[in-house]
């Protein structure tokens, strides 16, 4: 929506700009209103340049983050999915070379879900987890994925691998064997 408002004005601006330049014709004289009094002309403008006024792309100032990676992955159990979207890290790229996946989910704590992958994550270039219900993560000490369903204390060895996209309600009730795959 912020893109087409954009569009828009920039529209306007531009249509509104050349209308006023069309009759300009590089005068030396300034623009004047006729005043009905007298008859007269006063000037209305200087003969000075207009600037520029720079319009910030939706990038600029969006509101949410942008998303640069299309790696999502399902994760399946019984008739239930849960659906994340990987982030750009190298442990959530180690994550996804490593799919698909069957392994056993294990309750942890009264807001996580964890199992472990079969090789270790490459944590280089990875972001921290923040907190928050719906992230994906890697505890490094112990080499598990953390699924969390609610929130959670910052940790300087968890990593985030993603969040979640769709199914986040779902988490707390995993149990027994998932399967996890990537969407294409």
């Not at 004005?9 to 009094?37: I, K, W, Y």
């Not at 990875?126 to 907190?131: D, E, I, S, V, Y």
């Not at 929130?151 to 990593?159: C, F």
Request: glycine share 8%; with cysteine.
């Amino acid at each position: 929506m912020k893109k087409l408002f954009g569009v828009v004005l920039l529209c306007l601006m531009v249509f509104t700009l050349s209308a006023c330049g069309a009759n300009d014709q590089e005068s030396s004289s300034p623009v004047t209103e006729s005043s009905s009094d007298a008859g007269e002309s006063k000037p209305l403008a200087t003969s000075e340049p207009l600037s520029v006024v720079e319009i910030p792309s939706a990038s600029e100032d969006s509101e949410e983050p942008e998303i640069t990676s299309s790696r999502q992955i399902s994760v399946r159990f019984g008739e239930n999915v849960v659906v994340y979207q990987l982030n750009d890290g190298g442990a959530a790229a180690s994550f996804y070379e490593q799919l698909p996946l069957t392994i056993e989910v294990e309750d942890y704590s009264t807001n996580e879900k964890i199992f472990y992958p079969t090789q270790q994550l490459d944590t280089d270039n990875t972001p921290l987890a923040q907190g928050g219900a719906g992230t994906l993560a890697y505890y490094a000490p112990w080499g598990d994925v953390v699924m969390f369903y609610g929130d959670y204390n910052e940790n300087p060895s968890l990593y985030e691998l993603g969040q979640v996209v769709s199914g986040g309600e779902l988490v707390g009730e995993m149990s027994g064997t998932i399967t996890i795959d990537v969407i294409e």
